[in-house]
């Protein structure tokens, strides 16, 4: 899962690669399902964004800190939240909500800080047509593919 800073890249003559983080409710949901999830919108946004140079970007999966470093926080969420907001969210150029991000605790907190800090967002479980992308790209001041 991607986490690092990249240079923007240049695709064609004049294209930059669009950075998209994708918020999506886990609670509740296997680790197998969150990947089949983080699957399902890799493969919606590079549809939507046919043309871009896109990198979509994912929460990483709780599993992958040691038990034992997760159970010293009283709120273990907030431990993973946080990390989610300063390694992804604040690298990226437009948020995508997965189906169900609106009564997701975490999804909702990340919909108000995009809002907040003026980042375009995308409702996947929305009908989105090809002058929504246009409308979010122009927000970013980015050539048209």
């Not at 197998?32 to 990483?60: N, P, R």
């Amino acid at each position: 899962m991607p986490t690092q800073n990249t240079q923007y890249v240049l695709k064609g003559d004049n294209m930059r690669t669009i950075k998209i983080f994708v918020s999506l409710p886990m609670k509740g949901l296997s680790n197998e399902k969150i990947m089949e999830a983080f699957l399902e919108s890799d493969t919606q946004l590079k549809e939507l964004f046919d043309g871009y140079d896109i990198k979509v970007m994912h929460q990483t999966l709780g599993s992958a800190i040691p038990e034992d470093e997760v159970r010293q926080y009283t709120h273990p969420e907030l431990y993973f939240f946080g990390g989610g907001i300063k390694e992804l969210m604040s690298k990226c150029d437009i948020v995508a909500f997965y189906p169900g991000w609106k009564v997701a605790r975490g999804c909702n907190a990340e919909y108000n800080l995009a809002k907040a800090y003026g980042i375009p967002t995308l409702d996947l479980e929305s009908v989105i047509c090809p002058e929504d992308i246009r409308i979010i790209i122009s927000k970013l001041n980015l050539p048209e593919g």
